[in-house]
Nanobody, 124 residues
Framework: QVQPVESGGGSVESGGSLRLSCKAS????????VGWSRQTPGNAREGIAV???????GYADSVKGRFTVSRDPATGTVFLQMDRLKSEDTGMYFC??????????????????WGQGTQVTVVS
């Protein structure tokens, strides 16, 4: 079983950048979609970005143009580059993977294995 492990969260000023990483413990994400979801204060968890097993990507409107999801082919690590951060981006960010060769979409409904999350705090 592929267990995602997130890292890279922290505190940053509004307008700044952070890069989150997601590694698979004891395996790789080969053939799997990998996505990012977040839970912001007072809101339900929402899917924001995905990289499919074929390398295509998808984004929620709230992050499109500011966030970029990518995969390192050498290590299989998936990254979420977050630029022009806003205070409303503050929340817990989760990495998750889906069934083999399944096209997941960014909303996250197909994800079946979740990481523990990493906190992102954007201060004004």
């Amino acid at each position: 079983q592929v267990q995602p492990v997130e890292s890279g969260g922290g505190s940053v000023e509004s307008g700044g950048s952070l890069r989150l990483s997601c590694k698979a413990s004891e395996s790789t994400f080969n053939g799997l979609c990998v996505g990012w979801s977040r839970q912001t204060p007072g809101n339900a968890r929402e899917g924001i970005a995905v990289i499919e097993s074929d390398g295509s990507t998808g984004y929620a409107d709230s992050v499109k143009g500011r966030f970029t999801v990518s995969r390192d082919p050498a290590t299989g690590t998936v990254f979420l580059q977050m630029d022009r951060l806003k205070s409303e981006d503050t929340g817990m960010y989760f990495c998750a993977s889906g069934p083999p060769y399944y096209r997941c979409g960014y909303r996250g409904r197909a994800y079946n294995i979740w990481g523990q999350g990493t906190q992102v705090t954007v201060v004004s």
